[in-house]
């Protein structure tokens, strides 16, 4: 396997999605003489395999049905993967996810998380002394 992907000079791309994550895998769909882009968004569930091999579970909820694709990971199909949120799992597979519905199946999300919106600047510091209200002295203790 390693000759094969050396011969079709495979990128050394990291994959750096764990199980918990919430992605959204933009896909190349061909219909008749016109290609589109049309988007998965869901959970990742499982990863499995390895090399070139390697391929992924997600998994979402469409109209009350539940719904599970599996992508490989060298696709030309995939034009790309995006990471919306991260979520803090203890497995690998999470498979019970498949039972669970409504506010159960959702993930706690780790703190490390990528937010969409930037991050704002924080406040300039007002050299004002502060007075307590106890009427102190405006001076901080040392």
Wanted: avoid cysteine; charged fraction near 30%; aromatic fraction near 6%.
């Amino acid at each position: 396997m390693k000759k094969i992907e050396a011969q079709l000079g495979m990128k050394n791309e990291k994959f750096n999605f764990k199980t918990g994550d919430t992605l959204k895998v933009y896909t190349k769909v061909v219909e008749g003489d016109n290609e589109r882009i049309q988007v998965f968004d869901g959970v990742l569930i499982a990863r499995r395999g390895s090399g070139i091999s390697e391929s992924f579970t997600v998994r979402k909820i469409s109209y009350g049905v539940g719904v599970e694709r599996v992508f490989p990971i060298r696709s030309p199909k995939i034009d790309k993967i995006e990471l919306v949120k991260t979520g803090k799992v203890r497995r690998a597979k999470i498979y019970y996810l498949r039972e669970l519905s409504g506010k159960a199946s959702r993930l706690e999300e780790t703190e490390g998380a990528q937010s969409s919106a930037p991050d704002a600047a924080p406040a300039p510091a007002q050299n004002a002394p502060s007075t307590s209200a106890a009427g102190g002295t405006g001076t901080q203790p040392q």
